[in-house]
């Protein structure tokens, strides 16, 4: 199984900051990364396909890149509806896996 | 749009079977993989399995091999999941999510989540 390790845990950041959240994969996953939004009693939501891909209707302050074996998420501003946790997922092979989380804290 | 609703929470006993329900609506339903993914309290996200509308193959975690039973209903639109043997640590939230047939598509559509509780 490829294993999904994401960095950090957790962050506090203030409206306004620049926020990278990483995630690594145990071996290259050829750019199958996904990244999703979770608040608290709610299902998970599509931010960024295929590493890099905004889906519809995503705010453009929300950014994906990388490739092999390392992936980023960047939001650019954070605001105020952004507290929440992140989750990388890779799809490149069976089982699909997610990293384990970082939730986004205000300061 | 595009929508997946999930059947209703459920309690049940150890050892005892459970079984989910995701309907679909909105889409093709065989133009779309429909993946399970589960949550347990406090606890990041697990990948279960996945199912092929289209023609009914199916793919699951090693971990779940052999309890899990995923199924589908074409002329209904609807996904089944059924989870045996249950134990405390089967305790979560349940989603259905779809995924197209593309490479590199995300989970795109989510359905809201059955709770299931395993209690004595």
């Excluded at chain 2, 996945?50 to 091999?65: C, E, K, R, W």
Aim: proline share 4%.
């Amino acid at each position: 199984d490829i294993q999904m390790t994401q960095s950090p845990s957790s962050l506090s950041a203030s409206v306004g900051d620049r926020v990278t959240i990483t995630c690594r994969a145990s071996q290259a996953v050829n750019s199958a990364l996904a990244w999703y939004q979770q608040k608290p009693g709610k299902a998970p939501k599509l931010l960024v396909y295929a590493a890099s891909r905004l889906e519809s209707g995503v705010p453009s302050r929300f950014s994906g890149s990388g490739s092999g074996t390392d992936y980023t998420l960047s939001i650019s501003s954070l605001q105020p509806e952004d507290f929440a946790t992140y989750y990388c997922e890779q799809s490149y092979s069976t089982p699909q896996t997610f990293g384990q989380g970082t939730k986004v804290e205000l300061k | 749009q595009a929508q997946l609703v999930q059947s209703g929470a459920e309690v049940k006993k150890p050892g005892a079977s459970v079984k989910f329900s995701c309907k679909a609506s909105g889409y093709t339903f065989t133009s779309y993989f429909v993946h399970w993914v589960r949550q347990a309290p406090g606890q990041g996200l697990e990948w279960m399995g996945l199912i092929n509308p289209s023609d009914g193959n199916t793919g699951y975690a090693q971990m779940f091999q052999g309890r899990v039973t995923m199924t589908r209903d074409t002329s209904t639109s609807t996904v089944s999941m059924e989870l045996s043997s249950l134990r405390f640590e089967d305790t979560a939230v349940y989603y259905c999510a779809r995924r197209s047939m593309r490479f590199y598509s995300g989970l795109d559509v989510w359905g809201q989540g059955t709770t299931v509780t395993v209690s004595s």
